[in-house]
């Protein structure tokens, strides 16, 4: 009987070392579980900060603007000041799409988080279910008869302390449950919270978006007053005529500079700067009848339509000779590809541009956005071929693509 009553005794402590054991090593799971590369709260604070800036520019711009909207000797002014609230637009819309991208990926986090959390619980659970199991199927074993069958005085205070530390284990299981289910319930109403504020943030987007459809509408009014209202706004469209012919002296200037530096140049391809399936052209390059005023009026590019944020590739490899903004061109891009001959690429969203003066680019880099700054009337590429200082019909530079195109002037 006695030896009986010692092997049930042997099994019970022998089981509840074995949860001692899967016990102690809890926390080290815990620890294995980790994100590298978190999104943190901090990071989304930092983009709302950024977010107030622009919109205190944004309020900036448009006070300057209503301080000359009337004011017809300043229409080139006021579509700067336009061009500058849709790039201004176009920065806060990037800045939402980040904030959601964070959102989202903390949401993602959170989820793993709690699915981990979750866990751990069922675990735990799991744990306290054996150690009551145990406990039942060793009915006749309880920590006084551990203690009372103890050969010493020295075994007694051994197994005293044995029993001690089970007691606090069992406690230890308890609190973690209660922790993990605390966790869980704040880990849900953070993604909760989160999921609200990725919804209010999606609002803002769609705010913004047409509020820079509003800003294009305003700014294609305004260079449309400017074209048929030509001698009302004489001052304007003599600017523009003056630009473009100098914007065309500089880039000869700019090759000969180039040329005497030995800077690298392309093959003499040229490939479509857009991607493929936008062919539809818009306005023809040359001498041609304005529709309205019924005035002559050389075009001196191609005008292709593509939608906003529209990729704009290098039609060849080449040095960037000119990077800058216009009242004309808008934002724009020259690349010198030898042999006397650029190409111009204008209209691009402010701040889209992703090369300076100077840089070397290959065929196919993406070097700007499609957009609508200057003198633009909706979103498109204005592409010019010149060579020695004369402008060419870019169509002539794409034979193998003239049954794609669609042409509608």
């Not at 959390?117 to 551990?146: H, P, T």
């Not at 009372?148 to 075994?155: I, L, T, V």
């Not at 294609?220 to 030509?230: D, H, S, T």
């Amino acid at each position: 009987m006695v030896k009986k009553q010692r092997s049930r005794q042997k099994r019970f402590a022998a089981v509840l070392a074995l949860i001692l054991a899967v016990l102690l090593l809890l926390p080290l799971i815990a620890t294995v579980v980790t994100s590298a590369g978190a999104v943190t709260q901090s990071e989304i604070d930092a983009l709302r900060g950024n977010a107030n800036e622009i919109a205190a520019q944004r309020k900036e711009l448009e006070r300057k603007l209503a301080e000359i909207k009337n004011d017809k000797s300043k229409a080139l002014e006021q579509k700067k000041l336009l061009d500058d609230q849709m790039a201004n637009l176009e920065r806060e819309i990037a800045n939402i799409e980040k904030q959601i991208d964070a959102y989202n990926a903390l949401i993602a986090e959170k989820e793993a988080e709690i699915a981990v959390a979750q866990g751990k619980e069922e675990a735990q659970f799991e744990l306290f279910c054996q150690r009551a199991r145990a406990m039942e199927e060793d009915e006749n074993v309880s920590y006084w008869s551990i203690l009372f069958s103890a050969a010493s005085f020295a075994d007694l205070l051994d197994r005293f302390a044995f029993v001690n530390e089970i007691i606090e284990y069992d406690n230890a299981v308890m609190e973690n449950l209660v922790a993990i289910r605390k966790q869980i319930e704040d880990d849900k109403q953070t993604l909760e919270e989160s999921k609200a504020e990725v919804e209010k943030v999606k609002e803002q987007k769609e705010a913004s978006k047409k509020a820079l459809n509003s800003k294009v509408a305003e700014a294609q009014a305004l260079v449309n007053e400017i074209k048929e209202k030509e001698d009302e706004y004489a001052a304007a469209a003599a600017a523009i005529k003056k630009e473009e012919a100098a914007v065309l002296a500089e880039v000869l200037r700019l090759q000969r500079q180039l040329d005497a530096q030995n800077a690298p140049k392309g093959d003499g391809t040229y490939i479509w700067p857009l991607p493929a399936g936008y062919y539809t052209l818009t306005s023809k390059f040359g001498p041609r009848t304005h529709p309205i005023t019924g005035k002559f009026h050389n075009h001196s590019g191609t005008d292709i339509a593509a939608p906003r944020n529209t990729p704009i590739y290098a039609a060849a490899s080449g040095t960037v000779s000119v990077s800058t903004y216009g009242n004309s061109y808008g934002q724009y891009v020259v690349i010198y590809h030898g042999n006397g001959t650029s190409t111009l690429y204008a209209h691009m969203i402010i701040g889209s541009q992703t090369v300076k003066a100077g840089d070397t680019v290959t065929q196919g880099q993406i070097i700007g956005r499609v957009g609508t700054s200057g003198s633009s009337t909706g979103y498109h590429l204005h592409l010019e071929f010149q060579v020695n200082g004369v402008r060419k019909d870019a169509e002539s530079y794409y034979p193998q693509l003239d049954s794609k195109f669609i042409r509608r002037y």
